[in-house]
């Protein structure tokens, strides 16, 4: 991320890495920015209905994309109409990539468990609120696209929604989180269009 970013429209920040999160004050157009960190925010969980009774035997990859040797790995018991919530993804998007799941309102971590194959969502079935508390039974009772095949233990059938925030500190000291795009924002990388491009004055690099 670069150093600086430059607003290329009203942009509100807020007090935390959230829609819901009161506004704690306004970039006008034209500003220049400091950036602060990012983080990644999960809006909503991925869900894995388990579709045979099972154990998970937890395994985790390391950096370098080998196995983790476990001397102990954790064991769950997984009944045919469990709901695993997945809230986070841990990965360097290339060499190795564990999740974060919840179940029974434990978290913990480990590889992927679900046949990534056949994802599928049923319609209508997670149209809840708050989508944090679904469970399966409107889910493990449609049919689905795998029956008959006893290979299949768990599919995921909806996806993980998650949102990447930034803090920034404007020119007045005061800090705030945002998620704009280059709707919002310019320069915020080698990558990105220069600074230039909405604040005026500034360098054209």
């Known amino acids: 991320m670069s150093e600086t970013w430059g607003s290329c ?3 509100a920040l807020r007090a935390a890495p959230s829609e819901r ?7 006008d157009s034209g500003k220049i920015v400091r950036f602060v ?6 809006a909503s969980p991925g869900i894995v209905v388990v579709r045979r009774t099972h154990t998970l035997t937890q395994r985790l990859e390391g950096r370098d994309g080998r196995p983790v040797a476990i001397k102990h790995p954790k064991r769950w018991r997984l009944a045919v109409g469990d709901s695993v919530y997945i809230v986070d993804e841990l990965t360097d998007y290339d060499k190795y990539d564990n999740y974060v799941f919840s179940l029974r309102g434990h ?6 468990f679900w046949d990534e194959r056949r994802t599928f969502v049923v319609p209508g079935a997670l149209e809840r609120e708050p989508r944090w508390a679904a469970t399966a039974e ?3 009772t449609a049919e689905s696209p795998v029956t008959g095949d006893s290979s299949v233990r768990a599919e995921m059938v909806e996806e993980m929604d998650q949102d990447w925030w930034s803090r920034v500190r404007t020119a ?3 800090t705030g989180w945002t998620h704009g ?10 990558r990105d269009y220069p600074l230039s491009r909405c604040v005026a004055g500034a360098s054209r690099r």
């Open 107 to 112: 978290e913990d971590t480990t590889t992927i």
């Open 181 to 190: 795009g280059e709707d919002e924002w310019t320069g915020r990388s080698h």
């Open 37 to 42: 960190e990012t983080v990644r925010v999960t």
């Open 9 to 11: 429209r009203r942009v």
């Open 172 to 174: 007045s000291g005061l």
């Open 138 to 140: 409107s889910l493990v």
């Open 21 to 27: 999160a009161r506004v704690v004050g306004i970039v």
